[in-house]
């Protein structure tokens, strides 16, 4: 993204998680608050972004924009994947800037990044052990560069697991200080799946077909004020709380917890509950506008690219209908098979028509 939300640090034993201090600037009750909340959260398109924020107040509040950052500063010690002695502050960082790719290296040199990797690691196990499912389908950007689509497979990286879970941390600390003080949150809940017993045993090194059976497992997401279960995750509660430049709840989140250390008053269940309701009815509309941009882009890439030939997975079969999952541009797709296959056989297929007005693409196997 081109703002950036947070940055994570390490002092002594204790792990510090730092959040842009969007909520100095954008006050609970104000006429920008109020605009947040009708946008609910950045619109990333392969062609654009359409702001949440003010673009000038984003980029203002995205931490590394100058010498010194304005942040909130979330502090905490983990041992044997407990957390206590939970501090949070306003504060004043200064931030370091690295890609991905810098981070992974660093992490054979630099201690405290290597430290931070090992608790990231074993914080993962400890969410895997409680019954945590990640789904490792594959997820490509989309994006559209001198009137050409470009599409490139997101690659995981040493680096990237330790962000993404250091993030997830972050929504577990939250959520316990939150639960701690009664502070109303939009926390973000999730039952148990049903998932086959085949699934839970190999949750960790699913085959294709098994991630597609066990992604229509879960059960549907909820934001409430009321702390519970997140069991996607493994965590007995979670707020997600590290992005406020770009989603309004996680915005709205760190406007309690700055008003709850500064002794002002706080928003209660029922108002946060109002305000997840507005949330709920936008983000509908966000993200079909989000899957449908993408769909177009899909196919204008394709048009593009008229001899494009692509590797398919088969993961369900339904008589001579096979469902195919295609890796490199993240789609799946109904296909009809000529000859007997099974599950996880690859096919090599083409796009033999494309209807762009409807984002309808025909494959066929070669």
Same mark, same amino acid.
């Given at each position: 993204?081109? *703002?950036?939300?947070?940055?994570?640090?390490?002092?002594?034993?204790?792990?510090?998680?730092?959040?842009?201090?969007?909520?100095?600037?954008?006050?609970?009750?104000? !006429?920008?608050?109020?605009?947040?909340?009708? /946008? #609910?959260?950045?619109?990333?398109?392969?062609?654009?972004?359409?702001h949440m924020?003010?673009?000038?107040?984003?980029?203002?509040?995205?931490?590394?924009?100058?010498?010194?950052?304005?942040?909130?500063?979330?502090?905490? /010690?983990? @041992?044997?994947?407990?957390?206590?002695? +939970?501090? %949070?502050?306003?504060?004043?960082?200064?931030?370091?800037?690295?890609?991905? !790719?810098?981070?992974?290296?660093?992490?054979?040199?630099?201690?405290?990044?290597?430290?931070?990797?090992?608790?990231?690691?074993?914080? =993962?196990?400890? &969410?895997?052990?409680?019954?945590?499912?990640?789904?490792?389908?594959?997820?490509?950007?989309?994006?559209?560069?001198?009137?050409?689509?470009?599409?490139?497979?997101?690659?995981?990286? !040493?680096? /990237?697991?330790?962000?993404?879970?250091?993030?997830?941390?972050?929504?577990?600390v939250v959520?316990?200080?939150?639960?701690?003080? $009664?502070?109303?949150?939009?926390?973000?809940?999730?039952?148990?799946?049903?998932?086959? *017993?085949?699934?839970?045993?190999?949750?960790?090194?699913?085959? #294709?077909?098994?991630?597609?059976?066990?992604?229509?497992?879960?059960?549907?997401?909820?934001?409430?004020?009321?702390?519970?279960?997140?069991?996607?995750?493994?965590?007995?509660?979670?707020?997600?709380?590290?992005?406020? @430049?770009?989603?309004?709840?996680?915005?709205?989140?760190?406007?309690?917890?700055?008003?709850? +250390?500064? $002794?002002q008053k706080?928003?209660?269940?029922?108002?946060? =509950?109002?305000?997840?309701?507005?949330?709920?009815?936008?983000?509908? &509309?966000?993200?079909?506008?989000?899957? !449908?941009?993408?769909?177009?882009?899909?196919?204008?890439?394709? =048009?593009? $690219?008229?001899?494009? &030939?692509?590797?398919? +997975?088969?993961?369900?079969?339904?008589?001579?209908?096979?469902?195919?999952?295609?890796?490199?541009?993240?789609?799946?797709?109904? %296909?009809?098979?000529?000859?007997? #296959?099974?599950?996880?056989?690859? @096919?090599?297929?083409?796009?033999?028509? @494309?209807?762009? *007005? $409807?984002?309808?693409?025909?494959?066929?196997?070669?």
């Amino acid at each position: 993204s081109s *703002e950036v939300d947070d940055a994570i640090s390490l002092y002594g034993e204790r792990v510090w998680i730092h959040i842009a201090d969007v909520a100095s600037q954008v006050d609970i009750e104000s !006429e920008i608050d109020a605009y947040a909340q009708k /946008r #609910a959260s950045n619109l990333y398109l392969p062609d654009q972004t359409i702001h949440m924020l003010p673009p000038n107040l984003s980029s203002m509040c995205s931490l590394g924009e100058s010498e010194k950052s304005s942040a909130l500063s979330i502090g905490f /010690r983990m @041992i044997d994947c407990q957390i206590s002695d +939970i501090k %949070i502050f306003q504060s004043e960082i200064k931030v370091v800037k690295m890609s991905y !790719e810098e981070a992974d290296q660093a992490l054979k040199e630099d201690q405290a990044l290597s430290k931070l990797k090992s608790l990231a690691k074993s914080h =993962k196990a400890f &969410r895997n052990n409680n019954g945590a499912i990640r789904l490792d389908l594959p997820n490509v950007d989309v994006k559209l560069k001198n009137n050409k689509v470009d599409i490139k497979v997101q690659t995981e990286s !040493e680096s /990237r697991q330790l962000v993404a879970e250091m993030m997830v941390i972050a929504g577990r600390v939250v959520a316990q200080y939150a639960t701690e003080n $009664n502070i109303s949150m939009p926390f973000l809940t999730q039952e148990v799946g049903s998932f086959s *017993e085949e699934i839970m045993q190999n949750k960790e090194n699913l085959t #294709a077909t098994q991630a597609f059976q066990a992604a229509r497992c879960f059960k549907q997401s909820k934001i409430t004020p009321k702390a519970s279960l997140h069991a996607g995750l493994g965590l007995s509660c979670y707020v997600r709380v590290t992005s406020p @430049i770009r989603r309004y709840l996680d915005l709205l989140a760190q406007q309690q917890l700055v008003r709850f +250390i500064n $002794n002002q008053k706080t928003l209660d269940d029922a108002q946060i =509950k109002q305000r997840i309701t507005k949330v709920n009815a936008v983000i509908t &509309r966000v993200n079909k506008a989000t899957r !449908e941009s993408i769909e177009h882009f899909k196919c204008l890439f394709l =048009k593009q $690219n008229s001899k494009w &030939r692509g590797k398919g +997975i088969i993961v369900d079969l339904n008589g001579n209908k096979a469902t195919v999952l295609i890796p490199e541009i993240a789609m799946v797709v109904q %296909i009809k098979l000529k000859s007997k #296959a099974q599950l996880e056989d690859e @096919i090599e297929l083409k796009a033999a028509s @494309i209807n762009l *007005e $409807n984002r309808l693409i025909d494959f066929k196997p070669l």
